[in-house]
């Protein structure tokens, strides 16, 4: 559905790959728009945004958001389990 509505302009892309494209279609060469270990604005202004396939930044997506709800899933057990405690030691 993402590729098919060209959702992040990914019609012309493939729909699964593991590289990321530049506006031409062609594998992005990142050395492009470094300048001493900076990422300088003008050169990317100049080559390209970054491209990535549908598959790609969907399991990207998924990843982050797995990732972090382990922390958000840490804090509430954490939370339930302390405030239990104090409210079985008070009675």
């Keep these: 559905m993402v590729t098919v509505t060209n959702v992040w302009n990914s019609a012309h ?3 699964s790959g593991r590289t990321a494209f530049d506006n031409t279609g ?10 001493n270990g900076v990422l300088d604005p003008v050169k990317y202004a100049a080559y390209s945004p970054v ?6 930044a969907v399991i990207y997506g998924t990843s982050f958001a797995a990732f972090s709800s382990i922390f958000m ?16 030691h008070r009675f």
Excluded at 26 to 35: L, R, V
Excluded at 73 to 88: R, S, V
């Design 13 to 15: 892309l493939p729909i």
């Design 26 to 35: 062609s594998p992005y060469i990142g050395q492009n728009i470094i300048t």
């Design 51 to 56: 491209f990535l396939p549908t598959t790609f």
């Design 73 to 88: 899933h840490m804090f509430c057990k954490f939370l339930i389990f302390w405030t239990t405690n104090i409210f079985y």
